[in-house]
């Protein structure tokens, strides 16, 4: 059964620590999204791959928000410093070709104190 | 810029009755529509497509019928059964970009 993976499901730490998120993509697909979901703004996309290459991280606030791909098989995302407003559940999905359904993982669900 | 909208945030049907859920784009570059389906705690999950130059698409209990001239879709659940409860997400994207947005969901709940 493939699926999108994330870690840490649940994450709650101190506001100025570093956050890494884990996602790995369904074996073969080429496009990796991010999304963040709050109760205010609903699904916003952070940031996207495409083959490993970040093609929009025009969602991400910059100064505290990186998206990376070290491999086809593992995308991250690092908040550093956090802030309580980043409280929120991040979720990876995935697809392949042009990627037009894409495959949620379960997501990380965020608390920064 | 909200380029998706579903302006209802709740829905409350009874079992074995049609759920009817709406959704509003402004971007008519858009061309390929996606509803999801969304559990508590979990990811959301891909439940139904259609494409621009379709206006219907039926899969078992679900259709979703687009109107391009009115740049509206819509959901269509028959008969809603109590696992439909749950969060629905309109989507849509342009077939140049990889980009999906999202409406802000309603929510279903099929009452016994």
């Known amino acids: 059964d493939a699926r999108v993976t994330q870690t840490p499901r649940h994450k709650v730490t101190e506001m100025g620590q570093e956050v890494t998120m884990r996602c790995q993509p369904i074996l073969g697909h080429n496009t990796v999204f991010w999304y963040r979901q709050t109760m205010m703004q609903g699904l916003e996309l952070l940031a996207y791959f495409r083959n490993r290459a970040p093609l929009d991280d025009s969602g991400m606030p910059k100064d505290r928000f990186s998206a990376e791909m070290p491999d086809a098989t593992l995308a991250t995302l690092k908040i550093q410093p956090s802030e309580p407003r980043d409280s929120a559940v991040y979720f990876c999905?995935?697809?392949?070709?042009?990627?037009?359904?894409?495959?949620f993982g379960a997501g990380t669900r965020l608390s920064v104190l | 810029d909200q380029q998706v909208k579903q302006n209802s945030p709740s829905l409350s049907v009874q079992e074995g009755r049609i759920s009817i859920l709406n959704c509003d784009y402004t971007n008519s570059m858009f061309d390929y529509f996606l509803w999801y389906k969304k559990y508590p705690a979990e990811g959301p999950t891909f439940l139904i497509s259609?494409?621009?130059?379709?206006d219907k698409n039926e899969d078992g209990r679900f259709t979703v019928f687009l109107n391009k001239s009115a740049k509206h879709l819509s959901l269509h659940i028959v008969p809603s059964q109590p696992g439909d409860s749950a969060v629905y997400f309109c989507?849509?994207?342009?077939?140049?970009?990889?980009?999906?947005?999202f409406g802000a969901g309603t929510t279903v709940t099929v009452r016994a």
């Open positions: 259609i494409s621009s130059i379709k």
């Open positions: 999905a995935s697809g392949f070709g042009q990627a037009n359904i894409q495959y």
């Open positions: 989507a849509a994207r342009d077939s140049n970009d990889y980009k999906l947005s």
